[in-house]
């Protein structure tokens, strides 16, 4: 979950507008001693906000020395929670924790010195052997760990309103692009005005990143993240005019929708499919759909498309030992069933029952198990927020012109210029 760039006036605004809100923990807060601990995440509504109070009841239990204080700022994919954060590290205010995505986008907050290793608390709280191999290569930068994960969500994920197939006479899930670009034929001309309902710039970019993995398959979508694949190649130029071919399919409002908006088009029966994060589930859930169907986007086939949540330690945070808490919390096995039981998403652990989930998580828990694992860059684990913010400001220009070669150009631009180092 993703977010576009503004201008600096506008992050101060919205900083400033917000700073009552995210900076509430008072006096009682500063120093190793107080019992206030800001964490700040963009969890604020549905299946996410769920998750979150979750894992603060989990947290009231496990650390009772210490008060919560919820810096959530709302905006689908962190849009304005990044905003306001990077204003609050420039200042030399850091909240006691934040919510980042683990993988290469933390390498922005190490590289500019502002979160502390943890690897000493990764082996006094046994996270060493609970948490998968795999995981934990992804997590080490330069032989050091800087985050805890709470959960791992899968990306490339098509949801569909049941009823709306239904009536359009589609019976089977699509296992290929031109099986779903059939489908979405079907919805139109039953009547559907959006048969794939779509939001902004970083929605779009996890579709592109989904249609890219189809056309690509797992390894050489994995080298577009890594230097391996080159972004002008011919092949990436098909997935772009695939990709234009399925927003044609959508609804025209889109750059001005976020990812609960395209939801509830489908909730409302107003669009048959929506690619999302399965957050979605949850989320669902927690507004009462249950009329949902979900299946890998068309192509993906055994790829599992990863991201996962985490909280870090800032330099210059107020409660360190509270922060250790709740850190300890976030990796323990009875805050992460909390948390993943409610917002969708799996545990980052290894020993997790899966007997404990709904249905969906028990099918993801599974499949993380046995499928082709490749990173989000819309989510972080494959790029850095540089390369993030450049590509969701192309797939808006995109949105608009529709000039595949021009896309193609901006992206591996950016690739070039936020290579990692």
């Known amino acids: ?48 906000k769920a998750g979150l109070d979750g894992l603060v009841s989990t947290f009231g239990t496990a650390c009772p020395d210490y008060t919560f204080v919820n810096g959530a700022v709302a905006g689908g994919a962190g849009a304005n929670a ?29 590289n500019a010195g502002q979160i502390e290793d943890l690897s000493a608390q990764y ?9 998968p191999k795999g995981l934990l290569d992804n997590l080490t930068v330069d032989g050091k760990i800087y985050s805890v994960p709470s959960n791992i969500h899968r990306a ?43 939001g902004k710039d970083w929605t779009q970019l996890m579709l592109l990143e989904s249609v890219l993995i189809t056309d690509l398959g797992p390894e050489k979508f994995t080298g577009l993240w890594n230097g391996s694949t080159d972004w002008n190649g011919a092949d990436v130029a098909k997935g772009i005019e695939d990709f234009k071919k399925l927003l044609s399919y959508s609804n025209k409002d889109r750059d001005t929708f976020d990812w609960t908006d395209a939801e509830k088009l489908v909730m409302d029966g107003k669009a048959g499919y929506q690619l999302m994060g399965d957050w979605e589930a949850a989320d669902l859930d927690a507004k009462g759909f249950k009329d949902y169907g979900y299946s890998v986007f068309p192509g993906n086939g055994e790829t599992f498309q990863w991201l996962a949540d985490s909280f870090v330690l800032p330099k210059g945070a107020k409660n360190p030992e509270g922060t250790k808490c709740w850190l300890k919390t976030v990796g323990s096995a009875e805050g992460q069933k909390a948390f993943n039981t ?41 790029c850095s927020q540089g390369f993030q913010g450049a590509a969701n400001s192309a797939l808006g220009k995109f949105s608009s012109d529709q000039n595949v070669g021009e896309l193609q150009k901006a992206m591996a631009a950016g690739a070039k210029q936020f290579a990692k180092k």
Request: aromatic share 8%.
């Open 123 to 131: 082996k006094e709280w046994g996270l060493t052997e609970a948490l």
């Open 342 to 382: 409610k917002k969708g998403s799996i545990p980052a652990r290894t020993d997790a029952n899966a007997a404990d989930y709904p249905a969906y998580q028990q099918t993801a828990i599974a499949a993380w198990k046995t499928a082709t694992q490749v990173p989000s860059c819309a989510h972080g684990s494959a």
């Open 156 to 198: 490339n994920v098509l949801w569909s309103n049941k009823s709306v197939l239904s009536k359009a006479g589609i019976t089977s899930e699509p296992k290929s692009l031109d099986e779903l670009f059939a489908n979405l034929d079907k919805l139109k001309n039953s009547g559907v005005a959006a048969p794939l309902a779509v």
């Open 82 to 110: 990044k905003q306001v954060l990077a204003s609050r590290l420039q200042q030399g205010d850091p909240p006691d924790t934040f919510q980042a995505h683990a993988g290469a986008e933390l390498q922005d907050y190490i």
């Open 1 to 48: 979950m993703r977010f576009t760039r503004r201008t600096a006036l506008a992050v101060v605004g919205v900083a400033a507008l917000l700073a009552p809100a995210a900076c509430g923990s008072g006096d009682d807060s500063g120093g190793s001693g107080g019992k206030n601990v800001e964490v700040f995440t963009w969890w604020a509504d549905g299946g996410e």
